[in-house]
């Protein structure tokens, strides 16, 4: 006999971000307009337009969610009219917005406007949703990954396996432009740094299923990505799972950047150059060994700066994150230390300030100087608690100062042009295009080998 299942018609959802008025910010650091979405160019914003990196990345999370619950409608980054009227086009069962701590009060103003137009459920999600006073304007926050949820609400039952999109942003400098692919082997990071929002809003590791993000791998081979960016919190914390990802990267002949932790990389570069390796994004944040215990990072300065030099070395692209800004920090340190960090040669480096964010150990540790009431300040590049070296305005320009002397727009365009040389030496000789080295690469440089070739760089 046959078993009738009935299907109940799917939930009217619709899924948005912060809009563009407030994503793009006219006086960044150093005076000069970015936009959030746009890796590089927070990490360079004080540095002049035309010599700013840039790499576009799109919502990642909201895609996501769309590829695992396709009958969401998503909107991402509109305009605040845009949003109005998607708003008013139908009768949503759900509206649901993605939004970090610096937009908690623009997803308010539209958690209000959904209100309004009468819809019943208003969701909030991403880093934002573990933000203090919330429940009175969300009717429910989702803390860690949204497929789970919008699907159980959307269809009425569970979901099983997660599937990963193929995401895809576009990187240029100076004109020369690429696109690049995002790749993600899980999600979630329980390593406990003091600092991080991540073990608070995604403790658990969840692993996505190989056969997952090669699909994605094979639409990157199409598109000709120049880079696949690994954003998992930290690659490599899962040592089977990254070793499959990166056999089936340099199976397509796929250059590869990863986030990742400098002990999970020390002593392998070398090794994951010949797999395709083109760089790694690792946590630098401090040359002092205090400050590192501190936040317990778990790591000290000397074998996270032997990695830098291990991937410079290997001709590898070297990217860092460091914060300033902590309790014993003062300008002239800071000064000091971010001169010694440009010295190391970094391709890029994102620069930011302490910033105790709601509900990490940092929080609480620094709660009685936090002097910030406005969530929108949160966004790493603000001064947020009463400092005992420097007040705000001297921190934005000790950051200024920093960006402009640690990312040298003319090492960059020499490492590209580099990579463009050897790829195209490669390809002239019929070789397999492996990552070069720089012990590999000629001296002397042609300014006009763009097409299509690598300027991929990372976000
Ligand atoms: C990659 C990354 C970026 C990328 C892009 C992220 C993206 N795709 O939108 C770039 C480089 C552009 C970026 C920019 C910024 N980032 Co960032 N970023 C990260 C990083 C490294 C990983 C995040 C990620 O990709 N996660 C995986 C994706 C697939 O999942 P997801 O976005 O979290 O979405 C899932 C859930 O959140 C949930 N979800 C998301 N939206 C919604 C909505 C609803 C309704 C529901 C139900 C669920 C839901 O479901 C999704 C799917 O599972 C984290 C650090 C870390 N270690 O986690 C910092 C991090 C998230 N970034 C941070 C910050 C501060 C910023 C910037 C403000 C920096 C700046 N000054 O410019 C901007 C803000 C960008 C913005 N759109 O507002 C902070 C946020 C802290 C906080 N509490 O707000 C983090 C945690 C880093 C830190 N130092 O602590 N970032
Ligand atoms: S900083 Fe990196 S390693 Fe530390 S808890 Fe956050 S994601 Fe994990």
Redesign the pocket.
Known sequence: MDIIVQQRKPKRVL?T??PKEA?VVSDGVGGHWYD????YM?WTCAVDLDDRLSVS??????M??KANVPDVEILEYPTWDEYLRALASERWDMV???F????TPVAIEMAKAAREAGVPEI??????AIGPGLSRHFTRL?K????Y??HEFVYGRRLEVIHHPPMLGESGFRGVKAPVGYL?SK?G?NVGCTF???PVFNAKEDPIFIEETVAALDRYREAGAAHVII?D?SFFLNNELSERIIDELALRELPWIC?TRADLLEGRVRELTDRYMDGAIVGIESYRDKNIADVRKREDVYNVRKTVRELIDNGRRALGTFMIGFASDTIEDMRWDMQQLADEGLFACQLTLLTP?HGTKLFKMMEPTINEPDLSK????NLVWDHPHMDRSEARELLAWGQRTVNSPERVAEKIKREMKAKMRARRDGRRILPPRLDDLPAGLSGSVAGGLSAGFP?
């Open positions: 899924l971000t912060a994503l959030r979405t746009d890796t927070a990345c799109p919502p990642t999370g909201l996501f969610i649901g917005i993605s970090y701590t610096w937009s969701w909030g999600g991403n880093y934002g989702v860690g990954p949204g497929e949820p919008v993600y999600r990071c991080c929002s991540t954003y919190e986030l964010f949160f966004d790493l590049y976000a």
